[in-house]
T-cell receptor
Framework: DAMVIQNPRYQVTQFGKPVTLSCSQT?????MYWYQQKSSQAPKLLFH???????NEADTPDNFQSRRPNTSFCFLDIRSPGLGDAAMYLC??????????????FGPGTRLTVL | GQNIDQPTEMTATEGAIVQINCTYQ??????LFWYQQHAGEAPTFLSY??LDGLEEKGRFSSFLSRSKGYSYLLLKELQMKDSASYLC??????????WGAGTKLIIKP
């Protein structure tokens, strides 16, 4: 089945220790998104890639970086995690961007704990 | 600013019907999505509305009124597995998804 995969599902890191979260997709979608979601809150878009074109949200901290080495993979790097970065990180994909009907499909998420 | 409003929490009984409302104020409109999210899991797509009216999909239906900035998700024949959060999201004129905080639905036997 075509899907969005995230690894690991649970990640524990120490304050200030860099961490990388990964996402892969077999949907062959052009667009990949990274969201941060805290408990009982709406998902917050951090950035997205349209093919290789990187788009950063204006309020995404510099502490968060992303890489997309190919169509299938996308990584979220948190350079110096703080306690406030503990959250669920969701990767999503869509076929294109710029069409109203474009549905985003989500991976299972990575729950990040910062000690 | 852009805003999506949904009730924080609702409770319903197994076998009953529940309606979850969503009102929105966004810069432009390119469609409204409903997602289901079980605790600790990722959102899964339920429905998409771009024209006024009711879209039915099995036990779930979604309604849209663009003039009122209003949508609802209707769940029939509720099952215990329907206990989840339901998120409303609107695609604005820049094709950006604006998300609501979600409505936590609790189903009681």
């Amino acid at each position: 089945d075509a899907m969005v995969i995230q690894n690991p599902r649970y990640q524990v890191t120490q304050f200030g220790k860099p961490v990388t979260l990964s996402c892969s997709q077999t949907l062959n979608h052009n667009v990949m998104y990274w969201y941060q979601q805290k408990s009982s809150q709406a998902p917050k878009l951090l950035f997205h890639y349209y093919d290789k074109d990187f788009n950063n949200e204006a309020d995404t901290p510099d502490n968060f970086q992303s890489r997309r080495p190919n169509t299938s993979f996308c990584f979220l790097d948190i350079r110096s995690p703080g306690l406030g970065d503990a959250a669920m990180y969701l990767c999503a994909t869509s076929r294109v961007r710029g069409q109203g009907s474009d549905t985003q499909y989500f991976g299972p998420g990575t729950r990040l704990t910062v000690l | 600013g852009q805003n999506i409003d949904q009730p924080t929490e609702m409770t319903a009984t197994e076998g009953a019907i529940v309606q979850i409302n969503c009102t929105y104020q966004t810069s432009g409109f390119n469609g409204l999505f409903w997602y289901q999210q079980h605790a600790g899991e990722a959102p899964t797509f339920l429905s998409y509305n771009v024209l006024d009216g009711l879209e039915e999909k099995g036990r779930f239906s979604s309604f849209l009124s663009r003039s009122k900035g209003y949508s609802y998700l209707l769940l029939k024949e509720l099952q215990m597995k329907d206990s989840a959060s339901y998120l409303c999201a609107v695609m604005d004129s820049n094709y950006q998804l604006i998300w609501g905080a979600g409505t936590k639905l609790i189903i009681k036997p």
